[in-house]
């Protein structure tokens, strides 16, 4: 699944979903990983809801006293499939510094690991994580 069609999917969702019968809009994002494509992408909030105890999606940014930066991006479905990847490409850092506690994680990587996108979203249509 591309990018593309991923936004256009909750697009597509939102605009059907948008009825007075409804309180409001919601996604459910399961941790979907594509191998072949090298990507991965859920809501932390249906990850950390999911009836499976092995579904995650996280990414985390570093900085180290000699005022280097990284960040690093992990998932595993529900299948128990893992993926990883790290960069220290300033707009990566800053992107998964931006990452909130209920927001959409979208990643990809190449061959030899490391984040080529990372893309994070917020809205009130994706699910918050339950206590």
């Known amino acids: 699944m591309t990018k593309k069609?991923?936004?256009l999917g909750c697009a597509m969702a939102a605009v059907l979903a948008g009825t007075a019968a409804w309180a409001g809009s919601r996604y459910v994002?399961?941790?979907t990983i594509n191998l072949s494509a090298k990507e991965a992408y859920g809501t932390l909030g249906s990850a950390r809801n999911s009836q499976d105890a092995l579904q995650f999606i996280t990414c985390d940014a570093h900085a180290f006293n000699d005022g280097s930066k990284h960040m690093s991006c992990t998932a595993?479905?529900?299948s128990g499939t893992s993926v990883y990847c790290t960069s220290t490409v300033p707009v990566?850092?800053?992107?998964?510094?931006?990452?909130?506690g209920d927001a959409f994680v979208f990643f990809e990587w190449d061959a030899s690991g490391a984040?080529?996108?990372?893309g994070v979203g917020h809205s009130s249509?994706?699910?918050p994580k339950r206590p």
């Open 29 to 31: 994002g399961p941790v």
């Open 125 to 127: 249509e994706f699910e």
């Open 76 to 78: 595993k479905n529900a």
């Open 92 to 100: 990566l850092v800053e992107t998964a510094r931006s990452l909130s």
């Open 5 to 7: 069609n991923v936004v």
């Open 115 to 118: 984040c080529t996108y990372l």
